[in-house]
């Protein structure tokens, strides 16, 4: 892994299957979807290494998943089922392009300055599995309606920005979904 990240100027983490829970310290539980530990393992490599060698990420779904993970972060396997409070539906059934719920930005929060603020953004959700305690080096960024975390980002540098949602799939139609991947070309740069 140390070959390759020396290959990257930046390192985009994409969706994908669930993560493993045993790279977080649980069992398995029934609605565990399907996961590769090979995958897992190999991404948790590359993000502590992207950290050591200051190497800017940009995550999105899984990849904020895998990346909190990494840090020493946990997972809700399955939100539905693990969660005390009612939850929205996150795994969207609309056209990917689409935003189906809304989601409430951090003030004063990185993510903030690149998507802008409120709580009347609406992301396109696709996971069942989400971000149950940040990484200690991580902070909020987002969340949404129901109290699941769509958003964290480093505390004190640019070096890692994640959302929970698909802004490669909205990012025709929607400024604020292009302005993350400026942002992450110009932290690339900056870093270079």
């Known amino acids: 892994m140390a070959t390759y990240i020396e290959l990257c100027d930046g390192l985009l983490l994409p969706g994908g299957p669930d993560v493993a829970p045993k790279f977080y310290g649980e069992e398995p539980i029934p609605q565990q979807g399907d996961s590769d530990a090979l995958l897992d393992e190999s991404e948790i490599k590359l ?14 779904c899984r990849g904020m998943q895998i990346m ?31 935003g189906t719920h809304r989601i409430a930005v951090t003030p004063g929060s990185r993510l903030e300055k690149i998507i802008g603020g409120g709580d009347d953004i609406y ?3 696709h996971h069942h599995q989400a971000v149950k305690a940040i990484a200690p080096q991580l902070q909020l960024t987002a969340i949404a309606r129901d109290g699941v975390i769509e958003g964290v980002e480093t505390k004190d540098s640019d ?8 802004p490669e799939f909205m990012w025709q139609n929607d400024e604020r979904m292009r302005a993350l991947f400026t942002d992450f070309i110009g932290r690339v740069e900056k870093h270079q």
Request: glycine share 4%; proline share 4%.
């Open 159 to 166: 070096l890692i920005t994640a959302v929970q949602w698909h």
């Open 47 to 60: 993000v502590q290494l992207a950290v050591e060698k200051q190497v800017p990420i940009f995550a999105l």
């Open 123 to 125: 992301v396109n959700s």
């Open 68 to 98: 909190n993970v990494a840090l020493g972060g946990t997972m809700y396997q399955d939100i539905e089922s693990q969660r005390d409070k009612k939850t929205l539906q996150h795994y969207q059934k609309a056209p990917m392009d689409q």
